[in-house]
C-alpha cells in the first residue's frame, strides 16, 4: 500500500508533527499486518525524520531529495 500526500512538503517540520503525523500514524498502524506500507510526500527534505516516525516500510522520495541526504535519516 502506498500513502501518498503530494502537498506534505508544503508544512514545516512544527505544523507536521502537530497536524499530519498523529493522523499519518493511525492510518499506518491500521493496515493489515503483512502489508508492505510505502510512505511517500512530495518535497519533503526536511520532514524526512518524522516521515520515518509516522511510518512505514518504506520512505518514497521525490527528485527534490538527494538520495544521499534521504539515506542519512
Given at each position: ?7 506534505v ?12 503525523l ?8 491500521n ?10 510526500g ?22 527534490r ?9
Amino acid at each position: 500500500m502506498q500513502l501518498f500526500d503530494s502537498w506534505v512538503g508544503c508544512l514545516n517540520p512544527d505544523d507536521y508533527r502537530k497536524y499530519v503525523l498523529p493522523h499519518t500514524q493511525s492510518v499506518i498502524s491500521n493496515i493489515a499486518e503483512g502489508v508492505p506500507v510505502i510512505h511517500f510526500g512530495t518535497g519533503t527534505a526536511s520532514l524526512l525524520e518524522l516521515m520515518r516516525d509516522a511510518g512505514g516500510d518504506v520512505i518514497g522520495v521525490d527528485w527534490r531529495v538527494r538520495l544521499d541526504d534521504a539515506g542519512s535519516e
